[in-house]
């Protein structure tokens, strides 16, 4: 897996994820913490052109520096339920193709202090390049669940008693409405489809978030973020 980028890097250093580094020579003085990590943690570093940094890159915008990563550790769901500190707080995503999106999603969840995400292993966005660049290193962090099938996983969440809350732009119910201190799920539908038909019709509850402009609903990532923290605000207020 490659990820490139400051941000990325550095997070995935700091996660003990990165196997070896490629790096522009041009950019080494603003680059220096990137080798500083590396050095300590034995990782290898080599210079490279600013051409072949773009090939690997395939046009991404990778700021002098390309990182290998080691596999991330897999997990069941169950297995993240399991090891939530307090009330399991989770993102299951139904189809998110665009990577930008996702990055953005794991980025949110990482910042929320969420427990982790559920994904289907087809019809989803790759975790490295433009994902990995857009979590900012979140990808390096957030514990994430590959499954099958996402109605299954809905399932096993329940025999976990855990709440599942499918976001819905028809939905009567407001994302604010619903007590998020509990073990909670959020399912969150593909761009511009939404949730698919028996996704939906597998959460226990679905919600929606008001929009009081003129278009109808938000991007999916920004969709993720209003919802976690919006868990986040009511859990702060039990303390």
């Known amino acids: 897996m490659l990820?490139?980028?400051?941000?990325?890097?550095?997070?995935?250093?700091?996660?003990?994820?990165?196997?070896?580094?490629?790096?522009?020579?041009?950019?080494?003085?603003?680059?220096?913490?990137?080798?500083?990590?590396?050095?300590?943690?034995?990782?290898?570093?080599?210079?490279?052109?600013?051409?072949?940094?773009d090939r690997a890159a395939r046009g991404g915008v990778h700021q002098g520096v390309i990182a290998e990563l080691r596999d991330a550790e897999q997990y069941t769901p169950q297995e993240l339920v399991a090891a939530a500190a307090g009330a399991p707080l989770l993102v299951v995503l139904d189809g998110i193709e665009d990577p930008h999106n996702l990055g953005a999603i794991l980025r949110s969840v990482d910042a929320a202090g969420a427990d982790g995400i559920i994904r289907q292993t087809r019809h989803a966005a790759r975790l490295d390049g433009a994902a990995a660049k857009a979590s900012a290193g979140a990808v390096a962090h957030v514990k994430i669940a590959e499954v099958v099938n996402i109605s299954r996983a809905i399932g096993e969440l329940k025999d976990a008693r855990v709440w599942t809350v499918g976001l819905a732009e028809d939905a009567a119910e407001t994302y604010d409405q619903i007590d998020l201190t509990l073990p909670t799920a959020i399912v969150l539908g593909a761009e511009g489809q939404g949730l698919r038909r028996l996704v939906r019709?597998?959460?226990?509850?679905?919600?929606?978030?008001?929009?009081r402009g003129h278009v109808s609903s938000l991007n999916v990532s920004v969709a993720a973020a209003v919802v976690l923290f919006e868990a986040v605000r009511q859990r702060t207020q039990l303390r």
Not at 7 to 14: C, G, Q
Not at 202 to 211: G, K, T
């Open 3 to 53: 990820i490139y980028g400051l941000n990325p890097v550095l997070e995935a250093l700091r996660a003990g994820r990165v196997i070896a580094i490629r790096m522009s020579d041009s950019d080494r003085e603003r680059l220096r913490t990137v080798r500083q990590l590396a050095e300590s943690a034995g990782v290898a570093v080599r210079s490279a052109s600013v051409a072949e940094l």
């Open 201 to 211: 019709e597998s959460c226990d509850r679905l919600a929606s978030i008001p929009m």
